[in-house]
């Protein structure tokens, strides 16, 4: 069992809705958590990064972190084509390296 | 500043031969890692450099995969012996110890290098 799941999709919406991403994981000793985006033939860029549970909000983007249920969200709201990508979840624990731990990355098309 | 650069974008090559990539962090990031994505999935970690010290590698780099990251700037990753199962997209990332968020340092990606084994 992989450390950190997260479904592949595709997911596919129309512009204008709401989008939900999720990852669960497994490691307790995760603390910190991201969201990346992927662009076709591109390296990830970070879109948020939310330390323990919570959430955070950047735009239309906001973060949720359930430390309990060891599961994470990204939602997007208002989506526009320029949304479509893969999106990664990824995590790490406060460490000499930081490596990060990674979802296997969500396909997401927002069509107009 | 430009960002992460990778060296070569794409790289095509028979099985058997030998490659290398590099990389070029951000400049003054003193730390370094190279993942290697598959189709379909999300990266996955190789090793990591903190200045020129190799501090981490994965299982994951077998016998025939070395990193080097001389004088502590840019890095390259070579495999020996390839195979088809090495076919991948190779991520190198760069980040600076000290400016930790709470804890952690944003890694910034470069567009990686495409390899594919024949």
């Known amino acids: 069992q992989k450390e950190v799941e997260q479904d592949p999709g595709p997911l596919s919406v129309p512009e204008g809705a709401i989008v939900s991403l999720n990852c669960t994981y497994s490691?307790?000793?995760?603390?910190?958590f991201m969201w990346y985006r992927q662009y076709s033939r591109k390296g990830p860029e970070l879109l948020m990064y939310?330390?323990?549970?919570g959430n955070k909000e950047d735009g239309r983007f906001t973060a949720q972190v359930d430390k309990s249920s060891k599961y994470i969200s990204l939602f997007i709201r208002d989506s526009q084509p320029s949304d479509s990508a893969t999106y990664l979840c990824?995590?790490?624990?406060?460490?000499?390296?930081?490596?990060?731990?990674f979802g296997q990355g969500t396909t997401l098309q927002v069509k107009p | 500043d430009t960002g992460v650069s990778q060296n070569p974008r794409h790289k095509i090559t028979k099985r058997g031969q030998n490659v290398t990539f590099r990389c070029d962090p951000i400049?003054?990031?003193?730390?370094l890692y190279w993942y290697r994505q598959t189709l379909g999935q999300g990266p996955e970690f190789l090793t990591y450099?903190?200045?020129?010290?190799?501090?981490?590698k994965s299982r994951l780099l077998s016998d025939r995969f070395s990193a080097e990251r001389p004088k502590g700037s840019f890095s390259t990753l070579e495999i020996q012996r390839t195979e088809q199962g090495d076919s991948a997209m190779y991520l190198c990332?760069?980040?600076?110890?000290?400016?930790?968020?709470?804890?952690?340092?944003?890694?910034?990606f470069g567009p990686g290098t495409r390899l594919t084994v024949l």
């Open positions: 990332a760069s980040s600076s110890a000290g400016t930790f968020k709470a804890g952690w340092d944003e890694q910034f």
């Open positions: 490691n307790s000793a995760f603390q910190y």
């Open positions: 939310t330390y323990s549970s």
């Open positions: 990824a995590m790490t624990q406060r460490s000499n390296t930081g490596k990060l731990i």
């Open positions: 400049s003054e990031h003193n730390r």
């Open positions: 450099f903190q200045n020129e010290a190799q501090l981490e």
